[in-house]
């Protein structure tokens, strides 16, 4: 059986010969199915992508492109780079240049947060005049390095605390401190001016920018503090501070991880960490009971320590700690902070002697860089001791202690200054000890780095118009002739009053504000959501064609009156300036002094126009060892200044 079917199976398999034709018969089916398959493919790939650049397209254009002006988003790319113009040019720098492309309504991005530029006066007069917009923004992070979080009045943004502190700003800057502030400028102008030496160079140059700042440094503490300070000591510490703060205001939070990237602002603004003794001042307690140092968390002396004639300072024990590792102002008592409450006032569990603690491990030494250093200070939050890290604080603390010392010491209050009035505050618990500091501070370093800087544009434009410094002396001998300056012959300056303003509508010093947005709005017809960043061009806003020559100098800018939505130098509204009264009282009384004694003539070719400057916090010239320096010469002689400088320019 077998072998008969095994032959049929072999015919079976004989291969079989098809001519060509017929296999692409055979073929040409499968062969066509493939190719339809792939194109296929090809096709449906082809329509995905484009369906996805559609959506793309739409969502950039709806989502990330309202109808506000500004650069495009670019899938991220915008934001990235409107950021870096910012960081790299400065805040003010980079206003300018958007608005300039733009127009005077941008929509930017800072730090990823979606922010816009006004320079139209009706848009930046809506912000201004709105309590919506009474907060600021930046860097969370800077501003808690800075010391300026929700402390302060300059940059704080909790609304609350900010109008507390700023009704203690308003008495100082208004009323009986106004009045102060004509003699007071007066009398500290004519003692710097008696001393010009200490600023003059071998050439006779007069460091200019310097002395106005000595001279308002002084005028501050007089008015503010008055306690012994040195002033080129603290200048050298407020431009380290300004320095830093312009550096950190809008960097991102990298910027403050990465040691290496801020290592140089922060050596240049601050201390290294310590570990440090702890320290308080004599206790005296106040008919009421508080205590005036501030220094006990509830503002009262504890009732075990003991009073400053029952310990005197030579009576702490002296095996208690090392002697170098304590001030030398301590005294023998150590407030303990073992709990606290946390409802109502701060309570103080325990206070005991330093010899009550003799077992315990002595304090780590304090290193101070030099001898003549301030004594460090250390506080006590939670039973830790949180150290003040920034140069200038340290200083700011110092007079603070200084002025503590001598309310203890006085017999009598018959004037409260700022200072005080904060100390007492604290004392009562209105206020922390890192808020008076903070306040103290920013009115301390208010003046030198703003005022002292218009007051030093505004010599540079009055020798770029003769005629207008000419005028002004006119009308200085006529209202005040030989006699000194009262209070009631301000008013009477009318022609000094509108260089001042020509000059900050010109070239301010503070030519943005920044602000944030508390609630939905609309501005000229665009809606601003909550939590949008506004930048308020008041520089480029003072140019506007309500002025006859906005781009120029000219007292006929001023010649009619000037609505406040054209003009804003120190701000409108719930925020506005607090102190723009009595800056104008300053500036006012230091020009007269100094131009009634001096001629103040620069370099030739020392413009506004010419000289480098930056703008990010605001516009500062960039000093260098002569750039800067003028020459002064005495009205009562007829001297004349040498070739290389310029009486007077054409």
Not at 189 to 203: C, V
Not at 213 to 224: K, Q
Not at 245 to 254: E, R, S
Request: glycine content about 6%; proline content about 7%.
């Amino acid at each position: 059986m077998a072998s008969e079917l095994l032959p049929s199976r072999e015919r079976a398999l004989k291969p079989v010969r098809l001519s060509q034709a017929v296999m692409e018969l055979f073929l040409e089916p499968a062969r066509n199915g493939t190719t339809a398959q792939r194109d296929g493919v090809c096709e449906t790939t082809a329509m995905l992508l484009v369906c996805v650049c559609m959506l793309v397209a739409v969502w950039n254009r709806t989502e990330k492109r309202p109808s506000i002006p500004g650069p495009p988003f670019c899938l991220g790319v915008g934001p990235l780079l409107s950021y870096g113009r910012f960081i790299w040019t400065g805040i003010g720098t980079a206003s300018n240049y958007y608005n300039h492309k733009y127009g005077d309504i941008v929509r930017v991005w800072i730090s990823g947060e979606e922010t816009i530029i006004l320079s139209r006066p009706s848009a930046v007069y809506h912000v201004l005049k709105h309590s919506q917009y009474t907060s600021r923004f930046g860097s969370r992070v800077g501003l808690q390095c800075l010391g300026m979080h929700e402390q302060g009045i300059i940059f704080n943004s909790n609304v609350a605390l900010w109008k507390k502190v700023r009704t203690f700003y308003a008495r100082a800057l208004t009323g009986p401190g106004l009045q102060r502030t004509l003699e007071i400028c007066t009398s500290s102008t004519n003692i710097h001016l008696d001393d010009l030496s200490h600023l003059t160079d071998a050439q006779g140059q007069v460091d200019v920018l310097n002395l106005l700042r000595c001279i308002v440094v002084d005028i501050s503490n007089r008015l503010f503090l008055d306690v012994p300070l040195n002033e080129h000591n603290l200048l050298s510490k407020i431009r380290k501070y300004f320095d830093t703060w312009q550096t950190v205001l809008i960097k991102p939070d990298i910027y403050f991880s990465l040691k290496w990237l801020h290592d140089n602002h922060r050596n240049a603004a601050t201390l290294p960490h310590r570990t440090l003794p702890y320290r308080t001042l004599p206790h005296r307690t106040l008919p009421t009971g508080r205590c005036p140092t501030g220094r006990c968390p509830t503002g009262r002396c504890p009732q075990d320590a003991a009073p400053q004639d029952a310990a005197p300072q030579d009576s702490a024990p002296q095996d208690s700690a090392p002697q170098d590792s304590a001030p030398q102002d301590a005294v023998g008592w150590i407030v303990l902070v073992d709990d606290f409450q946390s409802s109502g006032d701060t309570e103080v569990s325990k206070t005991t002697s330093v010899s009550d603690h003799t077992n315990a491990p002595p304090p780590r030494q304090c290193h101070r860089s030099a001898e003549n250093d301030p004594p460090p200070t250390s506080y006590l939050l939670c039973g830790d001791p949180v150290v003040v890290l920034q140069e200038l604080q340290d200083a700011i603390e110092e007079l603070i202690e200084k002025k503590r010392a001598q309310l203890l010491q006085a017999d009598k209050l018959d004037h409260l200054n700022f200072t005080a009035e904060l100390i007492f505050a604290q004392s009562h618990g209105e206020l922390t000890a890192e808020n008076v500091r903070q306040c103290v501070l920013e009115m301390v370093i208010a003046a030198p780095d703003t005022l002292s800087i218009s007051l030093f544009f505004m010599l540079l434009l009055l020798k770029q118009n003769p005629d207008v410094e000419l005028r002004i002396l006119q009308e200085i001998h006529t209202v005040i002739g030989d006699r000194k300056l009262q209070h009631s012959d301000l008013s009477q300056l009318c022609i000094l009053e509108g260089f001042i303003n020509e000059s900050l509508r010109f070239h301010p010093v503070v030519d943005f504000i920044m602000r944030r947005a508390l609630d939905d709005d609309i501005i000229e017809g665009y809606k601003v959501s909550k939590g949008t960043n506004i930048i308020l061009n008041v520089g480029l806003m003072h140019r506007s064609d309500f002025f006859s020559s906005p781009n120029q100098f000219s007292l006929r800018n001023f010649e009619k009156t000037v609505p406040n939505r054209f003009f804003q130098p120190f701000g409108s509204g719930p925020r506005s300036c607090v102190g723009k009264h009595i800056a104008m009282v300053m500036m006012k009384s230091i020009l007269v002094t100094l131009l009634s004694r001096y001629s103040v003539c620069p370099e030739r070719g020392c413009t506004v126009e010419s000289i480098p400057q930056t703008n990010n916090l605001s516009q500062q010239p960039v000093e260098d060892q002569h750039s800067l320096s003028v020459h002064f010469f005495s009205r009562s002689t007829n001297t004349h200044p040498p070739q290389g400088a310029a009486e007077t320019h054409s």
